[in-house]
C-alpha cells in the first residue's frame, strides 16, 4: 500500500487549467483516468487527508504509485480525451458499464457492392447503418421478412451469393421473390443499391413516403384494370403496416429521441436507454456497472453518454437526448454531443407531458433490471457460497455464518420508535422470521439505548426458549411478522413461531455505538457464541465491538454485497413498520379505546351523529338508537369519550346526561382543534 504523500506533486506544480490525469500502480498500469476544469484544484482533493477520504477514493490513491496530467484546451477536448483513455487503458478504478446482453442490430451493409441485410452484434463497422437494438433476434427476422416483400434486398452470405453467381441460378428468395436476385444480374448493382437505401429510409422512420406511393401505384393499377398487380401491392402496404404496429407511437409529435434513465444504490447502478425514432420506440439495451467510485446520478449519465455515443456520428446522435440529471458541467457534454451529431443536440430532463410519462417507464425498467440483477447475483449458490466465507474470513470466524439476523431502529424525530429483526439463511431472506419491535422502555431519541433494549428482548426470549419444553407464544402486539399485522403468532406451517435458532453472526445497522451497545446486551446476559458486527451506511465499514479501526472489504466483494443487502432490508423492514404506526397513530380516535367496538360500529356511530363532538354531546339513550349499540356499549363509549377529552364536562353514568356544556373546539376556520399539549395529544391518541 503507497502512501499518496510519497507521489503527490510539489505545490505549483499542476497547472490550473483543463486537462485530463491518469493514476498508475507500481507497475505503470493506468488504474484510474479523470477530467478536471482546473487540474489543480481536482488533484489537490487527492491528496488530503486520507481519513478524510471516500473508502473507495481511498482505495484509489493508495494503490497508486504515480499521478500525470495532459493539458488541453477546452472542457470539451478533455471529455474526448478523458472517453478515449478509458477505452484504451481500461482503468480498474474507473466506472465501467457492461451490456446485459450482447444486443443484437439490424444492419444494412451499404460498404458492400451488393448491400446486405442482416444481424449484427459487437462493435459497430464503418459503412454499415445499424437500426435497433432489439430485445431478440427473432425480432428483427420477424420485421425483415415482412420487408423483403417490398424491399427485395440481398440477405444470403458471401459464400451463397458467389455460389449463386458461379451457378446462374438464384436461392429460394429469389424464386419468391424475397430478393431481387442481383447475384444472376436481375437487377443492377445501381438499382440494388437503391432498394437497400429505401430499405435503410424505412427503417429509420421515413415510412410516408413509401406507403403513399404504393398506395398510389395500387390505384393506378385498380384504374387499368390490373387487378393482380394492385392486389400484390395491397399486400406490400398491408405487410409495412405490419411492419409499424410492432413499434407503438410512444410521442405523436414524430420525435427523434433517445431516453436514458438510471437506478442506483450504494455499490451498483443500472441504465436503460429507449431509442425513439419517428415517434416509435425502435431499440432498446441496458447496462449494469459496480460503482467504484463515489459518484453521483449526473456524473452516471455522463458516463452513460459516453459509452453510448463514443463512436457514433450523424443521425446515430439524436436530436435530443432525455435524461434524469444532468452532468455538472453540462455545456461541455452537450457540445460534445453537438459535435458527433454535426448539429445542435438538446440534452435536458423532461418536465411535463408525454416525454415524461415515457421517461416513468424507462426508469421502472431500470429499477426492474437493477433487481433482476441482485435477484440473479444472489441465488447463485456459488456465489452466496463465496460470500459466506468472504464475511467469516473477514471477521475473523470459525466457520461461515449459515444464519445471519440484523437489526435497524426507525422513528420520526423520536416519536413511534420501532426496531426490525431480519434473518437471512445460507444467503437467502427467511420473511417468515422476520421481527419487529417497539421501544417500551422510554422516550425519545436514542439508537444506543433502543439497540440495547432491543437485543436484550430478543436474547431473553432465546434464552428462555431454550430453557422450554413447550411451545413459546408471543404477549402483546408487538412483534408480528412482516406484512401481517396481528398475525405474528403463527409460521408457516400453522406452529406459533419462536426465538429458539441463535444466529452466527448479528449484524446492526450503525457503527461504533450501536455495535457496543449489542455486545454489551449480549454480555449481560451471558451469550458469548454469537459474532456482532455493525455496517455504517455511510462509507459502508464493518464494525467490530473493541476496535478502533473498521474493517473495510473490498469494493467487489460478494460478502461486502451480502452485508449490504441483510442491512437494507432490515431498514426497509422497520421504516414500513414506522410508517404504519405513525400512519395509524395520525388516524387514532377515542372510539379505539373502547373494547370490542370494531371498526363498522365506529364508522355507524360516526354516520348516525355526524361527527365526534354530536356523538360526545349525545346521551346513552341516544347512543343506543344506533343500530348494533347496546346500552352496556353505549356506556362505555360515553366514559371513553369523556376520558379522553380532559377539558370536556364529566357524564352522569347513571343517566348519560352531560353534566355541562361541552366547550366548542373547532378554531375559527371549522377545522376541528385538539386540546391539549403536544405531548398531550400525543398521549391521547396513543
Known amino acids: 500500500m503507497a502512501d499518496p504523500s510519497s507521489y503527490r506533486p510539489r505545490p505549483g506544480q499542476i497547472p490550473d487549467s483543463p486537462g485530463v490525469y491518469r493514476f498508475r500502480d507500481e507497475h505503470r498500469r493506468v488504474i484510474y483516468v479523470g477530467k478536471a476544469k482546473s487540474l489543480r484544484q481536482r488533484l489537490a482533493n487527492y491528496f488530503q487527508d486520507l481519513a478524510s477520504l471516500h473508502p473507495r477514493t481511498r482505495t484509489m490513491v493508495t494503490t497508486a504509485a504515480s499521478v500525470e496530467w495532459t493539458v488541453v484546451s477546452t472542457e470539451v477536448e478533455a471529455l474526448q480525451l478523458e472517453y478515449s483513455w478509458i477505452k484504451e487503458y481500461d482503468p480498474r478504478f474507473n466506472v465501467?458499464?457492461?451490456?446485459?446482453?450482447?444486443?443484437?442490430?439490424?444492419?444494412?451493409?451499404?460498404?458492400?457492392?451488393?448491400?446486405?441485410?442482416?444481424?449484427?452484434?459487437?462493435?459497430?463497422k464503418k459503412g454499415v447503418r445499424y437500426f435497433g437494438p432489439y430485445g431478440h433476434a427473432w425480432a428483427i427476422r420477424d420485421t425483415v421478412d415482412l420487408l423483403l416483400r417490398v424491399f427485395p434486398v440481398r440477405t444470403c452470405s458471401a459464400g451463397v451469393f458467389k455460389n449463386a453467381a458461379r451457378t446462374g441460378r438464384p436461392c429460394l428468395l429469389g424464386y419468391i421473390g424475397k430478393c431481387s436476385a442481383p447475384c444472376v444480374g436481375r437487377v443492377s448493382a445501381d438499382e440494388h443499391r437503391e432498394l437497400a437505401e429505401d430499405f435503410g429510409d424505412f427503417m429509420a422512420g421515413r415510412t410516408?413516403?413509401?406507403?403513399?406511393?404504393?398506395?398510389?401505384?395500387?390505384?393506378?393499377?385498380?384504374?387499368?384494370?390490373?387487378?393482380?398487380?394492385?392486389?400484390?401491392?395491397?399486400?406490400?402496404?398491408?405487410?409495412?403496416?405490419?411492419?409499424?404496429?410492432?413499434?407503438a407511437v410512444v410521442l405523436a409529435d414524430a420525435t427523434d429521441a433517445d431516453l436514458i434513465a438510471v437506478a442506483e444504490d450504494e455499490l451498483e447502478a443500472a441504465v436503460q436507454i429507449f431509442h425513439v425514432r419517428g415517434g416509435r420506440v425502435r431499440g432498446q439495451r441496458g447496462w449494469v456497472t459496480d460503482k467504484v467510485e463515489e459518484i453521483t446520478t449526473g456524473a452516471l449519465v455522463e458516463h452513460a453518454l459516453q459509452q453510448l455515443y463514443g463512436e457514433e456520428t450523424g443521425d446515430s446522435v439524436p436530436k435530443e437526448v432525455l435524461v434524469p440529471a444532468l452532468p455538472d458541467p453540462v455545456e461541455p457534454v452537450q457540445e460534445w454531443l453537438t459535435g458527433r451529431r454535426g448539429s445542435n443536440v438538446s440534452l435536458r430532463i423532461p418536465q411535463r407531458g408525454d416525454k415524461k410519462a415515457l421517461m416513468e417507464t424507462v426508469q421502472r425498467n431500470a429499477l426492474q433490471t437493477l433487481a433482476l440483477h441482485k435477484t440473479k447475483r444472489?441465488?447463485?449458490?456459488?456465489?452466496?457460497?463465496?460470500?459466506?466465507?468472504?464475511?467469516?474470513?473477514?471477521?475473523?470466524?470459525?466457520?461461515?455464518?449459515l444464519r445471519i439476523e440484523c437489526f435497524d431502529i426507525s422513528h420520526l424525530q423520536g416519536d413511534d420508535v420501532v426496531a426490525s429483526m431480519v434473518v437471512f439463511?445460507?444467503?437467502?431472506?427467511?420473511?417468515?422470521?422476520?421481527?419487529?419491535?417497539q421501544i417500551r422502555g422510554?422516550?425519545?431519541?436514542?439508537?444506543?439505548?433502543?439497540?440495547?433494549?432491543?437485543i436484550s428482548r430478543r436474547f431473553r426470549r432465546y434464552l428462555a426458549e431454550k430453557e422450554k419444553t413447550g411451545e413459546w407464544?408471543?404477549?402483546?402486539?408487538?412483534?408480528?411478522l412482516a406484512g401481517e399485522p396481528g398475525n405474528g403468532l403463527k409460521d408457516d406451517d400453522g406452529r406459533p413461531k419462536k426465538f429458539a435458532y441463535p444466529p452466527q453472526l448479528l449484524v446492526v445497522d450503525g457503527g461504533q455505538p450501536q455495535v457496543a451497545a449489542a455486545k454489551k446486551a449480549l454480555d449481560e446476559l451471558g451469550i458469548d457464541d454469537i459474532a456482532v458486527c455493525g455496517l455504517a451506511k455511510r462509507l459502508e465499514e464493518v464494525w467490530l465491538p473493541d476496535e478502533d479501526d473498521p474493517v473495510v472489504l473490498p469494493r467487489t466483494?460478494?460478502?461486502?454485497?451480502?452485508?449490504?443487502?441483510?442491512?437494507?432490508?432490515?431498514?426497509?423492514?422497520?421504516?414500513?413498520?414506522?410508517?404504519?404506526?405513525?400512519?395509524?397513530?395520525?388516524?387514532?380516535?377515542?372510539?379505539?379505546?373502547?373494547?370490542?367496538?370494531g371498526e363498522t360500529r365506529?364508522?355507524?356511530?360516526?354516520?348516525?351523529?355526524?361527527?365526534?363532538?354530536?356523538?360526545?354531546?349525545?346521551?346513552?339513550?341516544?347512543?343506543?338508537?344506533?343500530?348494533?349499540?347496546?346500552?352496556k356499549t353505549a356506556e362505555t363509549i360515553a366514559v371513553a369519550l369523556a376520558q379522553a377529552a380532559p377539558a370536556a364536562p364529566a357524564v352522569n353514568t347513571a343517566t348519560g346526561e352531560i353534566m355541562e356544556e361541552e366547550p366548542d373546539t373547532t378554531g375559527s376556520g371549522g377545522e376541528p382543534v385538539t386540546a391539549g399539549t403536544p405531548d398531550e395529544r400525543r398521549g391521547q391518541e396513543t
Open 425 to 437: 439463511e445460507d444467503g437467502l431472506q427467511r420473511k417468515s422470521e422476520y421481527r419487529r419491535f
Open 602 to 631: 365506529k364508522q355507524a356511530l360516526l354516520k348516525h351523529f355526524g361527527s365526534l363532538k354530536k356523538l360526545r354531546s349525545a346521551t346513552i339513550d341516544q347512543i343506543c338508537e344506533v343500530p348494533g349499540i347496546g346500552r
Open 378 to 401: 444472489a441465488s447463485d449458490l456459488t456465489t452466496r457460497s463465496r460470500a459466506l466465507e468472504e464475511i467469516a474470513g473477514a471477521l475473523d470466524l470459525d466457520s461461515a455464518p
Open 557 to 597: 466483494s460478494e460478502g461486502l454485497y451480502l452485508l449490504q443487502r441483510v442491512r437494507d432490508e432490515a431498514h426497509r423492514f422497520a421504516i414500513t413498520y414506522q410508517r404504519a404506526k405513525r400512519a395509524k397513530r395520525f388516524r387514532a380516535s377515542p372510539l379505539d379505546d373502547v373494547p370490542g367496538l
Open 442 to 454: 422510554f422516550e425519545g431519541q436514542d439508537d444506543v439505548r433502543s439497540m440495547h433494549e432491543v
Open 96 to 124: 465501467k458499464y457492461r451490456d446485459d446482453k450482447s444486443y443484437p442490430y439490424l444492419a444494412v451493409t451499404m460498404n458492400e457492392e451488393f448491400p446486405r441485410v442482416q444481424v449484427m452484434r459487437g462493435h459497430k
Open 208 to 247: 410516408g413516403t413509401y406507403l403513399r406511393r404504393l398506395e398510389k401505384q395500387m390505384a393506378e393499377a385498380a384504374e387499368e384494370m390490373e387487378y393482380e398487380r394492385a392486389a400484390r401491392l395491397r399486400d406490400d402496404i398491408e405487410a409495412l403496416k405490419k411492419a409499424m404496429e410492432k413499434s
Open 473 to 480: 407464544v408471543e404477549d402483546g402486539h408487538e412483534d408480528g
